[in-house]
Nanobody, 126 residues
Framework: HVQLVESGGGSVQAGGSLRLACAAS?????????TGWFRQAPGKEREGVAS????????YYADSLNGRFTISQDNAKNTLSLQMNSLKPEDTAMYFC???????????????????WGQGTQVTVS
């Protein structure tokens, strides 16, 4: 079965950086439709952070990020990454990797677009 395993989370001071990684098995990030990152803070709904198309030609970001995050994929390693800079306390959340094998239409941040999800990695900014 498909597995997505996130890593790279941790605790960091405001203004710092973290790089999250998502390793995929039994799923090829360069195939399918797109892969992305979501996050969920306590008491809040899971929200889209960023997404990238299977060929890397298009990237999408939540408006609130103001260019602080960068999503990328490494086809050779079959991994997805999220570089997070200038972190703020409001970025504190569990971050999830997700994969959409089929393009079914709709906005990139729709959770229903993604069939596969990782278990998440915690990011805490103080």
């Amino acid at each position: 079965h498909v597995q997505l395993v996130e890593s790279g989370g941790g605790s960091v001071q405001a203004g710092g950086s973290l790089r999250l990684a998502c390793a995929a098995s039994r799923y090829t990030v360069s195939n399918g439709c797109m892969t992305g990152w979501f996050r969920q803070a306590p008491g809040k709904e899971r929200e889209g952070v960023a997404s990238i198309t299977f060929d890397g030609s298009m990237t999408y970001y939540a408006d609130s990020l103001n260019g602080r995050f960068t999503i990328s994929q490494d086809n050779a390693k079959n991994t997805l990454s999220l570089q997070m800079n200038s972190l703020k306390p409001e970025d504190t959340a569990m971050y999830f990797c997700a994969a959409a094998p089929i393009c079914r239409g709709g906005s990139w941040y729709r959770r229903s677009l993604y069939a596969y999800w990782g278990q998440g990695t915690q990011v805490t900014v103080s």
